[in-house]
């Protein structure tokens, strides 16, 4: 006979009492050994009836969007990171126009852009440990001292190795961040908000690349990098003042912060006491029935939801987005358009910006999936489309007839695509690591998914070139959106719809056994 997995918790209103099971990270019970001794805490305590119940979601909302907003500063300063290349590296590979006191080969110029990615994936899986450790503010507000570091390398850089070395510290710094930004929002968020407060990084990260787009045209390299140091430390001066992870500060057993923290994300006028409450039992009853971190991680609903977070890491990178940006230029030309190239630049992350404000906005009210499913459609036929466009013109020549009929198709396909990227495959699968997992596991799941997420952009930046020449530009793009059919398959059948629900409801989606019965308990992931 299984033990009795139920806390009672008083009622308001009379001497009842009701069920009570908080879902803490815990094993699941051992059906094979029923003796009471053994059993151990179910991983999801939620009935049917609760995922068709309206929840009561009270709070201030205001505090909860400052401190996400204040968080994501450190996505802007990644955001500048990454923008930085496109208009640096061709005016320091070019001797003419390089204000450093040392030439930069193009060889030297590739490397110089794509070391942030490996010092990005060199630190995502340990700042897992490290924010786990000391907490995500912390962590967040001690990244300060790397990217400052790697800026001022990179301004005051007196050869290419200095130059090199300071991009992969504000690789390690902006890595960093992609892992922490998102965790930090999605635990102090509400239900109701937490996709709009998750697609705030990416928000963040297209906003600081346009800033590098637009900037970083028009100014001294000098000046852009200075810049781009006073970022970090702006985050730094107001992320200061934010407070910590509820979570975090509850399982550390530091109930009175965790109060404090609550109060001033959801303001006094919020039942604290009950979400303080619900949190609380539920890290004393994960401390009174400890899972090792090999059970945890082998569990179904564990398995499943790294599955999918991998999953959607690799359609994001494999999506052709690098491709199509570094065709940005040839296909403004195809078009007939007189533009330049830095305009040109700017033109796409100005929709960057915008479509993934409207994603924020949508998020919450459309629902993850759908925003995957179209922007999955989308990018297959605008990949399509510009292979086609491809295709006819390393075949029958710029000029022929066919390729000048249909010079408006690429400049479309290209404005489609980035808007349907930056809608869903953009966000939201950063946003997905933080909804899908149990606490046990979210820094583990979010760490190595963002350390598989880098590596797989630092492999297709610095094999797209060559790729290009082997099989041609055409057929590139047709190989991206064969890959962007493949993940419509698996989004339509293996992701769930995570839109409003607490980790009860989303643990028993991704198949978990519903064990007992839970009223109004919700645990913000």
Known sequence: MRSSLYYRRQRHDSSETEPLLPALPGPTQNEEQ??????????????????????????????????????????????????????????????????????????????VSSLINLGAAAICFPIGLVMDAIGRKKTMLLLVIPFTLGWLLITFATSV???????????????????????YNSEIAQDSIRGTLGSFFQ????????????????????V?????????????????FMPESPNFL?????????????????????????????????????????????????????LKALLICYALMLFQQLSGINAVIFNTSAIF??????????????????????????????VDKLGRRILLLFSALVMCLCSTALGVFFFLKDTHGEGSSIVEAIS???????????????????????????????????????????????LLSFTVTSTFNSLNTL????????VFAGIMLIGFVFIFFVVPETKGKSVDEIQLMLGAEPQATINNVDEKI
Request: one cysteine or more; proline letters at 4%.
């Open 333 to 362: 030309d195809s078009a007939g358009a007189t533009i330049p190239a830095a305009i040109a630049t700017i033109i796409i992350g100005v929709i960057q910006v915008i479509a993934t404000f409207v994603s924020s906005v949508v």
């Open 224 to 240: 852009f990098n200075i810049l781009c140091t006073m970022i970090p430390i702006i985050f730094g001066l107001v992320f200061f």
């Open 408 to 454: 408006w198709l690429p400049l479309l396909s290209l404005s489609l695509f980035i808007v349907a990227f930056s809608l869903g495959f953009g966000p939201i699968p950063w946003m997905m690591a933080g909804e899908l997992c149990l606490i046990d596991i979210k820094a583990f799941v979010g760490s190595t998914a963002g350390t598989f997420n880098w």
């Open 250 to 302: 509850v399982i550390k057993g530091r109930p009175e912060e965790a109060k404090d923290a609550l109060i001033r994300l959801r303001g006094r006028n919020y039942d604290v006491d009950s979400e303080l409450s619900n949190l609380q039992m539920k890290a004393d009853l994960a401390k009174s029935q400890p899972i090792s971190f090999a059970s945890a991680i082998t569990k179904k609903t564990a």
């Open 471 to 478: 099989i041609g530009s055409g057929q590139v793009f047709w």
């Open 34 to 111: 029923g003796d009471s001794n053994n059993g151990a805490m179910a991983d999801v305590g939620v009935s049917q009836s609760v995922l068709v119940e309206p929840r009561e979601d009270t709070g201030r909302k205001l505090p909860q969007y400052i401190a996400a907003l204040s968080a994501t500063l450190g996505a802007l300063a990644a955001g500048a990171m990454l923008g930085w290349s496109s208009p640096v590296v061709f005016r320091i590979t070019q001797n003419t126009t390089n204000e450093y006191d040392f030439d930069v080969t193009p060889t030297q110029g590739d490397w």
């Open 203 to 222: 928000l963040m990260i297209t906003v600081g690349i346009l800033f590098a787009y637009a900037v970083g045209s028009y100014t001294s390299i000098f």
């Open 161 to 183: 190795a200095m130059l090199m070395a300071g991009r992969f510290i504000t690789g390690v710094a902006g890595g960093a961040f992609c892992v922490t930004a998102p965790a």
